[in-house]
């Protein structure tokens, strides 16, 4: 085998190895802790609390007076409350709605994070678009993971839809608008 | 004419291993950036007298005055805090003390209990700028401003403000002279 061929096959095996280190060190740990709240109950989630009140269904997005969007599933709304009542920032970093069946929304239209600074709480307007059919123990999910993944945190909140109810859950959102003025709002912690 | 063409090859060759070598050190070089940032302990702060000085990127920052207030101006409209937060703004002047190709006059408020605060993400259009120019002569001052965004509960704690070392574990809390 030639030099250069050696040289090649080195060169390859190389960037073979520093792609598959970079897509295992990014990929999500299976190393985590899920704390589980009640809806409107905040619980501690990283290094501050966190949780889910303020659940709404509806067909139809309206902001300052004006339809923004509208679906034929079903678009569900929440307040999800970030507070960093000590000397860092608490972050989630995704959002998700979780399904029956092992499946999996992401938020509709949202910014990448929701995050409190210190002293800070963070309320944010959290969008969804469902499957009307698929409602039943929808439960949020948030997550803190980040591009070099390690031990995380989960927040989930399940949302008070069970089968005995989903059906008047899916028929209530018909037709019915959710009005949001403002995605996100920050406090100061007293 | 075959050794020229050999001596072409030759030069490629060594132009590709130079490539490769440069990309090796920087993957080792990101690697041991990331995994130092991760595992270094917390900034240590430390609290400097009244009216000294700190030096960060070739820049020797004063800070002048440290002021709260319920609103800050963007542009001509006012801009309230967030409620139960003050807008804090800190005044310094800079001093270019050396040549620098890359400046970000990066400094963090600290409060009690070793809380810290950057300035926000929100963009607004203030007169005074937040850095030196880029190409800012050595010798020459300038005043720089920026603000932060602060829990009400946390004001009377402030210590100051610290500006941001990319060098050392430390980092100067600069309080306004007398």
Known sequence: MSRRRVVGVVTALVCVTVVALGTRV????????????????LVDY???RAGVDAVEVGTRLVRNGQVTA?????FVALRLHVQAPGTEEVRFQQVALLAQGSTSYAGYGLGSTVGAEPGF?????????????????????GRNTKIVSG????LQVHLGITAANAAGWAAAAQGREIAYEADEVTRGLG | MSGLDGAARAGRRSWWATAVAVLLVALYLVWWLTFTRMHLPPTRFVQRPPGATATSQGAEFRLVSLQQTEQLSD???????????VWVVARFTVTVRAAEAVRSCAVRLVGPEGRTWEKPAAYLSRETPDCVPRDAAVGAVF????????????VAGLRGVAVTRYDAGTES????GS
């Open chain 1, 26 to 41: 990014s990929e999500e740990s299976a190393d985590y802790a899920v704390h589980r709240a009640p809806l409107g109950v």
């Open chain 1, 121 to 141: 709480e963070t309320t944010r307007l959290v969008l969804f678009e469902v499957s009307p059919g698929r409602i039943t123990d929808l439960t949020f999910e």
């Open chain 1, 70 to 74: 509208q679906t034929t599933g079903v």
């Open chain 1, 151 to 154: 031990f995380h945190q989960r």
């Open chain 2, 75 to 85: 542009g001509d409209e006012p801009v309230a805090a967030a409620a139960e937060a």
């Open chain 2, 143 to 154: 005043p720089v401003e920026t603000f932060f965004e602060v829990p009400r509960a946390d």
């Open chain 2, 173 to 176: 809390v600069l309080v306004p």
């Open chain 1, 46 to 48: 990283d290094a501050g």
